[in-house]
């Protein structure tokens, strides 16, 4: 199985600043990912797929990039809507695979 | 407005079956891949299974965890997707959650699970 790899598993920033997030493959994914963001007592909700293309509605400081073993999610400049928890997940091959996890939280 | 809405969760003991519903309303179940994700307390998701669509004859696939154990079906007449759990363990205890993924086969027409139920808890106890 691929396994997925986040890091970090969890951060602290403020409003306003830049955050990355990494998302590793156990082995080349070509660009078959997807990233979600949960927040407490909601379901996960669909940001990006295809590594890079974001889903419609989702504001454009969110960007995803990578392909083969690494990617990363970007969000240029924190808004307070945006604490949350964010996973990526690969779709090449079953089993289907999230990752741990990455909680964004207030500093 | 297109939605999911998973019901039939609640307290089973170990060795235990329970069948999850998933009803859909504002698009057709059977134009769409069907997956289920679960997420136990304090957890990150694991995705427990998949049904493709009636186009490609409602095939399924399930993580290892659950093989045996697990088996997804769907019923078109009512547009909704089922789980049926048995032989419970303790480790199954996790919000189960239906989400809707692609309309064709192979991973270039998958754009996310894009439509996602609120989720059903299940809790496995003696």
């Known amino acids: 199985d691929i396994q997925m790899t986040q890091s970090p598993s969890s951060l602290s920033a403020s409003v306003g600043d830049r955050v990355t997030i990494t998302c590793r493959a156990s082995q080349g994914i070509s660009t078959w990912l997807a990233w979600y963001q949960q927040k407490p007592g909601k379901a996960p909700k669909s940001l990006i797929y295809?590594?890079?293309i974001l889903k419609s509605g989702v504001p454009s400081r969110f960007s995803g990039s990578g392909s083969g073993t690494d990617f990363t999610l970007t969000i240029s400049s924190l808004q307070p809507e945006d604490f949350a928890t964010y996973y990526c997940q690969h779709y090449i091959d079953y089993p289907l695979i999230f990752g741990g996890g990455t909680k964004v939280e207030f500093k | 407005e297109v939605q999911l809405v998973e019901s039939g969760g609640g307290l089973v003991q170990p060795g235990g079956s329970l069948r999850l519903s998933c009803a859909a309303s504002g698009f057709s179940l059977s134009d769409h891949y069907m997956d289920w994700v679960r997420q136990a307390p304090g957890k990150g998701l694991e995705w427990v299974g998949r049904m493709r669509n009636k186009a490609n004859s409602y095939t399924t696939e399930y993580a290892a965890s659950v093989k045996g154990r697990f088996t997804i079906s769907s019923d078109d007449s009512k547009n909704s997707l089922y789980l049926q759990m048995n032989s419970l363990k303790t480790e199954d205890t996790a919000v189960y959650y239906c989400?809707?993924?692609?309309?064709?086969?192979?991973?270039?027409?998958?754009?996310?699970?894009?439509?996602w139920g609120q989720g059903t808890t299940v809790t496995v106890s003696s």
């Open positions: 295809s590594a890079s």
């Open positions: 989400a809707r993924g692609q309309e064709a086969l192979g991973p270039a027409n998958f754009y996310g699970m894009d439509v």
